[in-house]
């Protein structure tokens, strides 16, 4: 494995280092991309996870250390072990469980052939994907992560940057940020600034929301207004855009001449429309060079950061971090550890054992499966409601169970409501996911209608939801809240804590105040 000098390379393999490719539609694409990496003139690939076999294409056809690469926020996609988002680690406040995470990721991803991935999230925020909505809690969760990462010489890429909040999800709608450059600075790039600092940030992904107190016009990605500021702060890394698959960029701008405009603002490696073949994209990208889009000093600069990525995923590192039987051990106590009850003064998490005359009312799935819209964010069917009801009839014998779907009829919505009717004491069991596309993390009207209706015959005893918390800020009080957030085993966890066979020991990740 050779690497690679920069003064070897003509202008068209320079151009193919500035290009993730990720399109492999069909046999074309597959072979164009073996015939860019046999020219060496290319810098990364997007490895469809679910395809081995063209990983090791790839690996057959490379003599340099190129940047293989997936999105791994949830741990590797096809790792025997289970998704954890981040929502849930945060939930758990144990550092030695985020080590074993990171060390489960290097460890699957290493023996797939993937040599980074684009995680930590580095976002302040109260999605499943955030660590908290604290500059400290995220910047404390994503040291762990990184120096995981840089001790097995396994590239990191902190994203969106720069942060802050947003109205819509980018993959849908352009959207904006109002938040100004003060925030940014002592709060939303605290992150960043603290991995700098450590020698922990290897590359950063930059999002599209347009910031309309720095740069009204361009969204981050083709802003070089906005692209400055983490370069002025020391980031010599290496900066990729976020998908240019999403809607935010394609809506506006199509795809001709973005491939440059992103280059000349500052980022070095460009994740192209994942639905056009990379024969095309990189033709565009070529052409946008040789029409003056950007500058030859400029394609320099950022293949100088490519290949100094390349030859740090190169070199084995001196002192790996190996996943080991203990962090095993770690991973399965994340699911019972992260389970959080919050209650009302004088209640505990577990129900009564006195009252026999209870029903559970489980909210049911009716999207399953692997989302297979999207190669941005992947979310493995995670929500069992079968299992779940197995548990409860396990734990509470004498409890009915009735499903009622996550887009109910008003005939579903009656049917469970004269069922309720039969019994002393209600027990909610909801759950919501975000996928992209999906445009809205939480439970639908719906279901909210017929949890609040019950609550308003104070029968409800307790609601056990599965993802968001932020799903029950629509949902009037109940004296027990209790979340198991996204693991399919933290689902019969939660049911023991409710039996009153296991403690509540998991923490609310982010700052909400409850009806």
């Known amino acids: 494995m050779q690497n690679l000098r920069i003064e070897d390379l003509s202008t068209e393999q320079k151009i193919g280092m500035l290009l993730c490719a990720r399109t492999f539609q069909s046999e074309d694409d597959i072979e164009f991309t073996l015939e860019l990496i046999r020219n060496h003139a290319l810098g990364s690939v997007q490895v469809p996870f679910t395809n081995p076999e063209i990983m090791a294409r ?13 999105d791994m926020e949830m741990g590797f996609p096809t790792s025997q072990l289970s998704p954890i988002p981040a929502m849930t680690l945060a939930a758990c406040n144990n550092m030695e469980y985020i080590r074993s995470f990171a060390r489960a990721v290097v460890a699957d991803a290493k023996a797939a052939g993937y040599n980074g991935t684009w995680n930590p999230n580095l976002d302040l925020g109260c999605t499943q994907r955030n660590f ?38 980018s993959h849908m709608a352009n959207t904006a940020s109002y938040t100004t450059l003060e925030e940014l600075l002592n709060k939303c790039l605290v992150p960043y600034s603290h991995l700098i600092e450590k020698g922990l940030l290897d590359s950063i992904m930059v999002g599209h929301s347009v910031y309309a107190h720095i740069d009204p016009e361009y ?25 240019f698959a999403m809607m935010a960029i394609l809506q506006k701008y199509g795809e001709e001449n ?51 990525a390349q030859a740090k995923v190169g070199t084995e590192s001196p002192l790996p971090e190996i996943f080991t039987e203990k962090d095993r051990e770690n991973y399965f106590k994340i699911a019972a550890d992260c389970i959080t009850a919050i209650t009302d003064p004088g209640f505990e998490a577990a129900l009564s054992k006195d009252n026999k005359d209870r029903i559970f009312i489980i909210i049911t799935n009716e999207v399953a499966g692997m989302d297979g819209i999207s190669q941005e964010t992947t979310v493995r069917n995670w929500y069992f409601p079968r299992r779940i009801e197995e548990k409860i009839h396990k734990e509470f014998p004498e409890a009915e169970t009735i499903f009622l779907p996550e887009f109910p009829s008003a005939e579903d919505n009656e049917r469970v409501l004269w069922a309720a009717t039969k019994h002393k004491e209600v027990v909610f069991v909801t759950y ?21 209706a019950l609550i308003t ?3 409800v005893s307790a609601i056990l939801h599965f993802g968001n918390p932020t799903a029950m800020l629509e949902i009037d009080h109940v004296p027990r809240r209790l979340f198991g957030y996204l693991m399919p085993e933290s689902q019969l966890y939660a049911i023991e804590v409710l039996a009153g066979k296991l403690p509540a020991k998991g923490k609310l990740p982010y700052d909400i105040t409850f009806r």
């Open 58 to 70: 790839i690996k057959d056809a490379t003599d340099y250390p190129i940047l293989l690469i997936t």
């Open 457 to 459: 015959s104070d029968k």
């Open 219 to 243: 969204p981050a990605s083709l802003s070089k207004k906005v692209i400055d500021i983490i370069r002025q702060r020391g980031f010599d890394g290496i900066l990729w855009t976020d998908s």
């Open 132 to 169: 908290g909505d604290t500059a400290e809690a995220v910047s404390r969760c994503a040291e762990e992560i990184s120096r995981v990462y840089a001790n097995n010489h396994f590239l990191s890429c902190g994203k969106h940057y720069p942060g802050g909040s947003h109205r819509f999800d």
């Open 432 to 452: 919501c996911s975000a996928r992209a596309y999906q445009g809205h993390d939480g439970l639908t009207r719906r279901a909210e209608a017929v949890i609040n």
């Open 258 to 308: 973005i491939l440059g405009m992103a280059i000349a603002v500052g980022n070095d490696i460009v994740l192209p429309n994942y639905r056009t073949p990379t024969r095309e994209n990189y033709r565009m990208l070529l052409q946008n060079y040789r029409d003056g889009a950007f500058t030859e000093e400029r394609l320099n600069e950022a293949v100088r950061r490519v290949l100094t």
